[in-house]
């Protein structure tokens, strides 16, 4: 059975940082791009970035560039999103998923695989 398991999520101040991991068990994903999305109360889910198999190439949406940073240990079958200066417009919860569709990296219809999620609250 194929599992992605995220972890790291919490309550933060504005301006403070988190670390999230996502752990999969069941098959590697190491020949596979993988991402993050995220989804607030009463929003669709969205877009926060993405990595390519080796971890050479990393895509961002526009509102987390600068602040959040994604990287991956395929070794460990673990990818991480790194966090800092949080604002109250992060609050979500955090999904990863691996991509082993083609087509564009932005779009969640082409992850089949997704963790259960995890909560980010930053408070102001």
């Known amino acids: 059975q194929v599992q992605l398991v995220e972890s790291g999520g919490g309550l933060v101040q504005a301006g403070g940082s988190l670390r999230l991991s996502c752990t999969a068990s069941?098959?590697?994903?190491?020949?596979?791009?993988m991402g993050w999305f995220r989804q607030a109360p009463g929003n669709e889910r969205e877009f926060v970035g993405a990595?390519?198999?080796?971890?050479?190439?990393?895509y961002y949406a526009d509102s987390v560039k600068g602040r959040f940073t994604i990287s991956r240990d395929n070794a460990k079958n673990t990818l991480y999103l790194q966090m800092n200066s949080l604002k109250p417009e992060d609050t979500a919860v955090y999904y990863c998923?691996?991509?082993?569709?083609?087509?564009?990296?932005?779009?969640?219809?082409?992850?089949?695989?997704w963790g259960q999620g995890t909560q980010v609250t930053v408070s102001s």
């Open positions: 990595i390519t198999p080796s971890g050479g190439t990393t």
């Open positions: 069941g098959r590697t994903f190491s020949n596979a791009p």
């Open positions: 998923a691996a991509k082993t569709l083609s087509g564009t990296y932005y779009r969640s219809d082409r992850y089949p695989y």
